[in-house]
């Protein structure tokens, strides 16, 4: 077995290392037959398996019965927040978006961008995204609400899967999708990106509710319409093979492990190691509300930046990577996706007591 460091990047980040293990069983020749995934057709049969295998799945996990279509997209979380109201708000209708932060500012800017009227039913820049607004004012005649379920720069999570009334809920579940059972009917649309929770970069899976189908806007460029690839099953055009291969692979890790229920035992069991630590310390300061904070993402700060520098380079030297804050907010971040292992967490929380004590 060879060395891997304690990965706590925000995006791409860790993969479960069986998962390494098998796709590097099955590199050379998958399963016998002479080639590796990358260089199969996608019109093959062999790849039609691995695709209807993937998308099973995530069909088995979310519970979605025959109510859902899911697709393996390409362009990144960041093409749905131009899809979502390109697709499913009707030039008459207003897109309604929740504002926790950077990633849901730039979805409803696309909206914005494409001509659509928007509301903000809620937002918690008044209090720099340090919280998740509990109440909805939604608009007349609204298209949807979108949420963020987990802010990945702020750190802060929904713990519940918010009611609207009837209006279709639209959820970027990029850093908290399948890391703990939802109430899947709440939801007209999810997406994320699968380089956090379940996967590498180049897929972003979405799922929409069949009733929603009717409603996409008419007369839609190929590519952007949603009909295309639901007709197509995800291979209108050549789909990114390798990146669902192993998306596949990490939610098949899932289900082994006990599924969603299981997963969210072991994340709050990895948060609580971080969090415990915050609360006891007058060193360490958490930077969000604790009822909102995220299992998936730990920002936190030092007393001072100096020492956060330090406390950055030691990580280093100790093979824990990426544990600097975003770029926009600073300080320090650990993000403890499904795929981390318990023994990185415990390292990390092991280093933390021994800095403070050493530094304070
Ligand atoms: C919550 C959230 N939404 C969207 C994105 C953008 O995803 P992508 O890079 O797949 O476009 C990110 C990336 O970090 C994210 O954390």
Known sequence: MQNRIHNFSAGPAVLPEEVLQEIQEEMISYRGHGLSVMEMSHRSKVYQGIIDDACDDVNEILSLGNEYEVLFLQGGASTQFYMIPLNLCADDKVANYVNTGAWATKALKEAEKIGKKIHIAASSKDKDFTYIPKEFSISENAAYVHITTNNTIRGTEYKIDPDT????????????????????????????GAQKNIGPAGTTLVIIRKDMIDKINPGLPTMMDYNTHIDKGSMFNTPPCFAIYVTGKVIRWILNKGGLKAMAEINREKADYIYNILDNSDFYRGTVVKEDRSLMNIPFRLPSEELEKKFIAETMEMNMLNLKGHRSVGGCRASLYNSQPMKAVQDLAQFMLDFEKKNK
């Open 165 to 192: 009334n009837g209006i279709p809920l639209i959820a970027d579940m990029s850093s908290n999708i399948m890391s703990k059972p939802i109430d899947i009917k709440k939801y007209a649309l999810i997406y994320a």
